[in-house]
Every structure is written in structure tokens, then in C-alpha cells.
């Protein structure tokens, strides 16, 4: 028997070539691109000793900043859970004309360089644009210049993230476990709450994950329209940006390393979450 | 009502057009306005006002050294991707998880820590900062740093464009090639790009829109002197803030262009690699 194996499985298939070369360019290329930078910022704001880090992160304006970047990453993140829900099932289940323009347009966020998309958003919700006008005159909401308005720029850059990793999801589910939940008798909410949305649920934490990973360090599209107002605007990017210029370099790493270990924390919390989710599936 | 038979897992007719028309608002809302401000703003004071603006002197300088930072780092992260794909999905070694965590970390990494990390290094406070000085080579406020921070931020586009897809084909054709004799180069050449081609193009149109693109991690390491070290992104922050919005807008939207054209070429190519895939099966 295990002769046989052994004479139908060619034993001495040739590995295949270039082990060596490939993965001493990745290497090098890792080592100084990503490891040896990032390491620079996770030893460089000891220089100030750890009472001076503590000292440096405990500033007032540290933590409201930080608080404005992790709160309106999260506010944003909650907010494209259901419009890249929409916006997913929009283009894997419904058919209309223009649902291949829709499917292409969703990356625009990916492909429109930062910088663009915050003057475009601020020229829009800005007291005197096309939506900050209305925004204005109807409801009394100022967007751009508030709190409200980094959440718009965050929404915008987080879209795509949570429809393009729940689309394929829903694209190979099929509709197989839909029609037998239909066939035993459900409720097409039921079904929808009860078979649908546990199925997509994992990958909708996946997508919200990435959307928050970049829209909490995102700096292009927030500091046009967020008006950069210490204490209430501000965000810890932008923070570091200020120190930097004044040559605080220990103090610009202390608040980029503990934003840094604040968003991994968030995200192997999410990770351990989604593990309990499909456990619970199973 | 007519006798037609609608499935009960199906939706009725008047919720799907309910659903089409909210995804069509939110599109329309967050992705169509934003694109459509970019161009009206632009052309406010007339084509000639923004042609002039992205022909005028400094905005030239812009576009040379944004065009001159691409063309050095996505040979830079072509390669580098291409041979961390490679490793990856063709060959055995422990700690392979390690490295592509490795790879995806600048993904999650905010751009403007991205600057920050150089400028710890090169930067006139930090660890190399006395030695180069002392040598008068300049990194930070210079070139070198405008690349190194923009190879980091579009490092990963490559690598996790080509790596999935390398992994999925499996290794049994390049297996086959080395036991015929096939040197690593020559199966690379004609056994491994022609089945990645279309997504090693997408991959490289999607590093260069973005190392083209980037603000945050080259505004920290630029110092922001006109025509010298500005790139396009950077341009258009100098002219919006000195209030000068048909410039700023004219700028905005040629980089708008490119992502537009880097979109439409990216949906062409995975139709290709699409039809390719459907083909081949």
C-alpha cells in the first residue's frame, strides 16, 4: 500500500527554484521599508522615559484628540455598516440599468487621491456648498468646520471597505439556504434576520475592522474639512504633525505608537469577536 | 393581479426598487457629488483660469516630482512584491505568516506615521540625522524621503494583488518546469506572469494612483518648499489654504482624472482576468 502510494507520488518532484533570491529582496525590502521605521517608533518615545511618556499622552489636548480620532472612526465605521450592506446586496442581488456604473463607482474612494476627496467634501458641506446649504437652512446641522463633518470624510474613505469584503460573501452564498428557510415557512424578514444576516455578519466585521483601521489614521480628507480646532476638532495624526514641526520628535512618536497600539488592540479584539461568531455558528 | 408566480424567497418588486433607489441616493450622495464639486469648483472661472493654473510654474514643478517619486517607487514595490509573492506561494520556509502580516502592516498604519517613522530616522533630531548632516546629504525636506515615505504607504498594493492569486494556482506547473530543467527565471518568465499578468497590472496601476496620490506621509517629510519639494497633493493643499480655490481645484482635479482613469483600467483588467479565468475552466 504505502508502496504504491510512494511509487504513484513522484517523490522527487523538483522544488521549485529561487527561494533564496526571492526571499532575500523580500526581506530586504521588509527590514528597511517596514521593520527597522517601525521600530524606530516604538523605541524612540522612551527617550523621554516611561513618566514622560505618560506625561506627554496625558495632555489634555492628547486625549481629546485621540478621543475625536477613535470616536469618529467608530461613529463613521456604524454608519457604513448598513449603507455597505445596501450598497453590497445592491449590486450581487438586484439588476438595473446602471448597476455596473454603481459597481464600478464604489472604488472611487480607493482610487480619488485623499487630499481631493477633503477639498471636494468641504467645497460640498460647507455652510455655502450644495449640501452644507440646504444641511444649514433645514435642520440648523453645520457639517463642515463641526465634528460632523470628519465623520463625513471618514464615511467616504470607509465605504468600499465593507461592500468589497462582504459582496463576495454574499455573491457565493446563494439563495439555497433563503429558499429553505421560505419553504419551512419564513417570514421574509425572518428569514433575512435569522439566515442572511448570521452568514454575512462575519464579514461585515471584517469590513467594519478595515474601515476603522483607516479611518482612524486618516489625515488627507479630514483636516480640510475639519476645521482643526484644539480640544474639539483636532486629530491625533494632526497632533503629530504639530509636534513634529515644533521638533518634539519623542513626543509626535509617543502619540503615533499609542495610536498604533489602540487600533491593533481594536482590532484583535474585533478578530477574537468574529471567532466567537463563527464558533457560534457552528 | 396577473397569474405570475413570484418565489417566496424572492423580494417584492416594490422593495428591490425601494433598495436600488436608496443604493443610487447613497451613491449619488457620497461618491457622485464629491467627483462632480471636484471639476464644477475647477471650472468656475473658465477652463483657461485652470489651465493656467496647472501650466503656471511651480504647479509644473508639482507634477515633475510626483511623477518623478512614482516612477521610483513602484519599481520599488514591483519588485519587492513580486518576490515576497513568490516566496510566499511557491516555496516552503517557517515564519511565512510573520512575513505577510509584515507586508499588510502599512495598510493599517496611519500615512502620517508613515512620514513620522522616516523622520525619526533621517530627520535633523534623529538617529542618522548628525551623521548626514555632517556629510550634507539630505533625506527629509528632499526626494529621498518623499520616495522612502511613499514607498511604505503603497507598499503592500503589489504584493496582496498578486500574492492570492499566485497562491491559488498552486505550484504544479512550476514544479513541472523546474523538473524539466526550466532555470527559476525562465519559469517565472513563461510559466508564472502569463497567468498573473492581469492582476500584476492592476496591482502596479493601483500602487502608482496612490504613490502619485498621497498626502499624509509626504506632507510630513515634504517641508513644503514651493517648487522644490511639493508634490501635486501638496500643491493643491498650498493653493487651497492661500485661498486660491480655482488653482487648488484645477490641480485637484487632474489628480481626480487619474484616479477616474485608474479606476476604469482597473475594471477593464479584471474583466480581462475575468474572462481569462472563466476561459481557461
Known amino acids: ?282 | 393581479m396577473s397569474a405570475r408566480f413570484r418565489p417566496a424567497h424572492a423580494d417584492a418588486p416594490w422593495a428591490n426598487a425601494l433598495l436600488a433607489g436608496a443604493a443610487i441616493l447613497v451613491a449619488v450622495v457620497l461618491l457622485a457629488l464629491p467627483l462632480a464639486a471636484v471639476f464644477v469648483e475647477a471650472l468656475r472661472r473658465g477652463l483657461p483660469v485652470a489651465l493656467a493654473a496647472i501650466l503656471e510654474e511651480d504647479s509644473l514643478a508639482a507634477i515633475r516630482l510626483t511623477l518623478a517619486v512614482a516612477a521610483i517607487t513602484v519599481p520599488v514595490n514591483l519588485v519587492g512584491g513580486v518576490a515576497a509573492a513568490w516566496a510566499v506561494a511557491k516555496c516552503e520556509f517557517p515564519g511565512k505568516r510573520l512575513l505577510v502580516t509584515l507586508i499588510e502592516l502599512p495598510f493599517s498604519v496611519s500615512p502620517v506615521i508613515a512620514g513620522l517613522v522616516f523622520v525619526l530616522i533621517f530627520g535633523a533630531q534623529g538617529w542618522l540625522g548628525p551623521w548626514l548632516q555632517a556629510r550634507d546629504i539630505q533625506v527629509i525636506f528632499a526626494l529621498p524621503g518623499l520616495v522612502l515615505a511613499t514607498v511604505f504607504v503603497t507598499f503592500p498594493f503589489v504584493a496582496r494583488t498578486v500574492m492570492p492569486l499566485m497562491q491559488e494556482q498552486g505550484r504544479e506547473e512550476e514544479e513541472a518546469a523546474a523538473t524539466l530543467g526550466a532555470s527559476g527565471l525562465q519559469t517565472f518568465l513563461r510559466v508564472t506572469l502569463p497567468n498573473v499578468k492581469w492582476a500584476l497590472l492592476a496591482g502596479v496601476l493601483l500602487c502608482n494612483a496612490r504613490a502619485m496620490g498621497e498626502f499624509g506621509a509626504v506632507s510630513v517629510v515634504s517641508g513644503h518648499i514651493r517648487g522644490e519639494t511639493n508634490t501635486m497633493p501638496l500643491h493643491v493643499e498650498i493653493l487651497y489654504n492661500e485661498y486660491q480655490f480655482a488653482g487648488a481645484f484645477a490641480v485637484a482635479a487632474l489628480l481626480a482624472l487619474l484616479g477616474l482613469v485608474t479606476l476604469a483600467a482597473k475594471t477593464l483588467l479584471e474583466r480581462a482576468a475575468g474572462r481569462r479565468a472563466g476561459g481557461a475552466a
Open chain 1, 1 to 282: 500500500m504505502s508502496a504504491t502510494l510512494a511509487w504513484a507520488r513522484p517523490s522527487r518532484v523538483a522544488p521549485v527554484p529561487g527561494l533564496g533570491l526571492t526571499l532575500g529582496v523580500t526581506l530586504a525590502w521588509v527590514g528597511l521599508i517596514v521593520v527597522v521605521p517601525l521600530a524606530a517608533l516604538a523605541i524612540k518615545p522612551w527617550e523621554l522615559g516611561v513618566a514622560g511618556v505618560a506625561q506627554s499622552l496625558a495632555e489634555p489636548r492628547v486625549l481629546a484628540a485621540l478621543a475625536v480620532s477613535f470616536g469618529a472612526a467608530l461613529v463613521a465605521s456604524l454608519v457604513n455598516l448598513p449603507l455597505g450592506l445596501l450598497l453590497a446586496w445592491t449590486i450581487v442581488r438586484l439588476d438595473f440599468p446602471g448597476r455596473r456604473v454603481l459597481d464600478g463607482a464604489i472604488d472611487l474612494p480607493f482610487a480619488l487621491p485623499t487630499a481631493v476627496a477633503g477639498i471636494a467634501l468641504t467645497a460640498l458641506f460647507a455652510p455655502n456648498g450644495w449640501l452644507g446649504a440646504p444641511l444649514m437652512a433645514v435642520f440648523g446641522w453645520q457639517v463642515a468646520y463641526a465634528q460632523a463633518g470628519i465623520v463625513v470624510a471618514l464615511v467616504f474613505v470607509g465605504l468600499p471597505f465593507i461592500v468589497r469584503t462582504v459582496e463576495p460573501v454574499l455573491r457565493d452564498m446563494g439563495r439555497d439556504a433563503e429558499e429553505a428557510a421560505a419553504t419551512l415557512g419564513a417570514t421574509r424578514p425572518q428569514t433575512l434576520g435569522r439566515v442572511v444576516l448570521p452568514a454575512l455578519a462575519p464579514a461585515l466585521l471584517t469590513g467594519f475592522g478595515l474601515a476603522f483601521a483607516r479611518a482612524v489614521g486618516e489625515y488627507g480628507s479630514v483636516i480640510f474639512i475639519a476645521g482643526n480646532m484644539p480640544m474639539q476638532t483636532e486629530i491625533a495624526p494632526l497632533l503629530i504633525v504639530i509636534r513634529l514641526e515644533q521638533f518634539d520628535y519623542a513626543g509626535a512618536a509617543s502619540v503615533g505608537l499609542a495610536m498604533l497600539l489602540l487600533s491593533f488592540a481594536i482590532l484583535l479584539g474585533l478578530n477574537l469577536l468574529q471567532r466567537t461568531l463563527r464558533r457560534g455558528r457552528r
